[in-house]
C-alpha cells in the first residue's frame, strides 16, 4: 500500500506539474496555445469517458451491487455543484464579470480536488486503474491550466493574481485531494472502494462529455475527430492489455 501511496502522488504531481506546463504556456505561447488547446480537450475527453465505460465502471460494478446508483449520483452531484455555483454566485455577485472568475477558482478548484480523490481511489484498486485514470486525467490538465488562467484574466485578475490563483486552484488542488483522502480511501473495503470508484467515474463522465466536449465544440477544428478518436484508442489498447 505504501508503493501504491507513492505511486499516486507522483502521477498526481504530475497532473500538477501538467496543469503548470498549460499555465505556463498560456502565458509564454498564447497564441499557439488557444489554437492546439482544442485537440488537448477532444483527446482528454476520449481517453476519460473511453476509460469510464470500458474499465472504471465495470470494474466498479464487479464490487459494488448499488454501483449503478452511485454511478449516477457522482454525475449528478459534479452538475448540480455546477448548477449551485451558476445560480447562487453568479446572480448575487455585484460584479457579473467577476463572478465569472469566482466559478472558475471554485468549480476547476473542486474538480482538481475531486481529481486526487481520484488517483487514491483508482491506485488503491489496482495500478492498471490509476494508469488509465492518470492518462486521461493529465492530458485534461493543460488545457484546464490554460482555462483557468484566461477565465481569470477575463474576469478582471491581474497577471499576477490570475497566475498565482490558477497555481494554487487548478495545480496544487490535486496533489492535495489525493493527500487528504489517500488515508481514508486504503482503509475502505471493497463495497466501499466500488461505490468511491464509481463515484468518481460518475464524475470523469461528467468532465469528458458534459464539460470538455462541449467546450471543443464551440471551436470545431479540423482534425478534432482524429483527436477525440485518438484518446478512445488510447484507453482501449491500455484496458485490452489487463490480464
Known amino acids: 500500500m505504501e508503493a501504491r501511496f507513492w505511486t499516486a502522488l507522483i502521477a498526481s504531481g504530475l497532473a500538477a506539474g501538467v496543469t503548470s506546463a498549460g499555465i505556463y504556456t498560456i502565458r509564454r505561447f498564447e497564441k499557439w496555445a488557444q489554437q492546439n488547446s482544442t485537440y488537448f480537450i477532444y483527446f482528454a475527453a476520449g481517453v476519460l469517458i473511453a476509460a469510464s ?29 455546477n448548477h449551485f455555483i451558476t445560480a447562487f454566485v453568479c446572480e448575487k455577485s455585484p460584479e457579473p464579470q467577476y463572478a465569472i472568475g469566482l466559478v472558475a477558482i471554485l468549480g476547476i478548484g473542486f474538480y482538481s480536488f475531486i481529481d486526487g480523490l481520484i488517483y487514491s481511489v483508482t491506485f488503491t484498486v489496482s495500478v492498471l486503474t490509476g494508469v488509465l485514470s492518470t492518462l486521461g486525467m493529465v492530458l485534461h490538465e493543460f488545457p484546464e491550466g490554460i482555462i483557468t488562467y484566461l477565465l481569470l484574466l477575463r474576469s478582471g485578475f491581474n497577471e499576477q493574481r490570475a497566475l498565482l490563483l490558477s497555481f494554487l486552484v487548478a495545480a496544487i488542488s490535486t496533489p492535495l485531494g489525493m493527500v487528504v483522502s489517500y488515508p481514508f480511501v486504503s482503509q475502505f473495503d471493497q463495497p466501499i472502494i466500488g461505490a468511491s470508484l464509481v463515484l468518481s467515474a460518475g464524475a470523469l463522465v461528467y468532465v469528458g462529455a458534459t464539460h470538455l466536449l462541449p467546450q471543443a465544440e464551440r471551436a470545431p477544428t479540423k482534425y478534432s475527430f482524429i483527436a477525440l478518436g485518438g484518446g478512445v484508442a488510447v484507453a482501449v489498447i491500455v484496458t485490452l492489455t489487463e490480464t
Not at 69 to 76: P, Q, R, W
Request: net charge positive; hydrophobic share 50%; no cysteine.
Open 53 to 81: 465505460f470500458l474499465h472504471i465502471i465495470p470494474k466498479a460494478f464487479s464490487t459494488n451491487p448499488q454501483a449503478p446508483g452511485y454511478l449516477l449520483g457522482g454525475y449528478f452531484a459534479m452538475h448540480l455543484f
